[in-house]
């Protein structure tokens, strides 16, 4: 469960699962509201992508330390 919790794959997945639902239920909701949620998004997957960059840089290292 705590390889999913730090997945950014999973947290990317249920933000647009969300996004999607909100949409099918308030077909009607305002475009602002849809420019928050869209913004909110993109800074949650910049962080967990450069979260993911520099784990897998961290790895790199410890295995071209060995």
Do not use: C, H, K
């Amino acid at each position: 469960m705590e390889i999913l919790m730090r997945d950014a794959r999973f947290w990317v997945a249920l933000l647009l699962l969300i996004r999607s639902v909100l949409f099918y239920v308030v077909p009607t909701f305002p475009e602002q509201i849809w420019v928050a949620i869209d913004t909110f998004v993109g800074v949650v997957l910049g962080i967990l992508a450069g979260n993911n960059v520099v784990q897998t840089r961290r790895a790199a290292a410890r295995t071209a330390g060995q």
